[in-house]
């Protein structure tokens, strides 16, 4: 019996070992530093603008609402038409901001309220896709009665092919970097771990010096170009 519980006991202690042995191998492993780098890069896929975005604006002041109103509204009417003449569909004019309200006139001397007027503010968003007459419409709807135009926005209409091409040059980019890091540094690159795309495109803004387009024989404006840039982050394991 006495031999019996020795062999147990000399059992449980070899088991006891070759377990401690291999957690302190698992943990071993474990504590292994895990190396990476992540690296960044930038494509940019530079485009000549094919559209415009025009924000034009009526405002009218009357003391009574509907005079305010009908100016206001005729006015509108001969944007409207003045923009179809000239080429511009009726889904490309779309009222964007439309605002009626009191307004007080004030003694300049002794600053008392003189009178009450109102005011009718009328803004609609035209898109220009024939970039050629952007001067021509602008000079017309100045002259139809458009007294508020708060800049011009260029954009492109068709941006897919563009994008796709400028994020394959930031992945390029970031690939190209990452190998060049690697072989400075003596170190093999490992598994792609992580990566992410970003980026966009920033329309211009046209303004002339003072904060809105006003009517010449034909107001020149240039549309410049958009770069459409994207951004890559990469991540890879070392070996």
């Not at 302190?24 to 530079?46: D, F, I, L």
């Not at 002259?143 to 508020?148: F, K, S, W």
């Not at 394959?168 to 190998?179: C, D, F, H, W």
């Not at 006003?214 to 770069?227: I, M, N, Q």
């Amino acid at each position: 019996m006495q031999k019996k519980l020795t062999l147990i006991l000399v059992s449980l202690l070899v088991v006891g070992l070759l377990s401690s042995c291999s957690t302190a191998a698992t943990s071993a492993v474990e504590s292994k530093p895990y190396r990476s780098m992540t690296v960044s890069g930038t494509g940019q896929v530079t485009l000549v603008p094919d559209i415009a975005s025009i924000n034009i604006g009526v405002h009218t002041e009357a003391d009574l609402v509907n005079d305010a109103l009908s100016e206001n509204t005729a006015q509108a009417n001969a944007i409207a038409s003045i923009l179809k003449d000239l080429g511009v569909e009726e889904k490309d004019i779309q009222t964007s901001n439309f605002n009626v309200y009191p307004a007080d006139r004030y003694d300049p001397m002794t600053g008392q309220v003189q009178s009450r007027y109102f005011v009718v503010d009328n803004t609609m968003t035209v898109i220009v896709r024939d970039l050629s007459s952007l001067g021509d419409v602008l000079s017309a709807v100045v002259d139809a009665g458009a007294n508020n135009i708060n800049g011009i926005t260029f954009d492109v209409e068709n941006r897919d092919e563009a994008v796709a091409q400028a994020r394959l040059l930031a992945i390029q980019n970031a690939k190209e970097k990452a190998q060049e890091i690697a072989d400075a540094a003596g170190v093999e690159l490992g598994d792609l771990l992580n990566i992410n795309v970003y980026g966009g495109i920033t329309p211009i803004a046209y303004y002339d010096a003072k904060g809105g387009v006003y009517a010449e024989s034909s107001v020149p404006v240039s549309a410049g170009r958009l770069t459409i840039s994207m951004e890559c982050s990469l991540t890879y394991e070392l070996h």
